[in-house]
């Protein structure tokens, strides 16, 4: 896990990305990123406002098992939590117009 006192999301960025080498782990993070959002829209469009919370859980679940599992290594996320939540959408964006290949 880095120790590197990161100064911005773009130092961060590549980092990030070193920690997300197997394709099931990146794949993994897309599908919760998205269940994490499609949660949250539910909750908002049901008015369970007290619910939402709950979209931070799916998606962090399928990142840790990615890295735990799959990955072998500890989520950014305990270290530099702002900037790997970040990272997430960044690498999401990026897989999706094909930027990051799988």
Not at 59 to 71: C, D, P, Q
Not at 84 to 101: A, E, P, Q
Request: charged share 20%.
């Amino acid at each position: 896990m880095s120790t590197t006192k990161f100064t911005s999301f773009k130092d961060f960025y590549p980092y990030y990305l070193s920690e997300h080498k197997s394709t099931i782990n990146k794949l993994l993070h897309a599908t919760g990123t998205v269940t994490g959002i499609c949660f949250l829209s539910y909750t908002i469009y049901t008015e369970q406002y007290r619910l939402s919370p709950l979209s931070l859980l799916f998606g962090y679940t399928f990142a840790w098992i990615g890295h735990f599992v799959f990955e072998k290594n500890k989520p950014a996320t305990f270290k530099h939590p702002i900037y790997s939540f970040i990272g997430d959408w960044v690498m999401l964006k990026d897989i999706i117009i094909r930027k990051i290949k799988l």
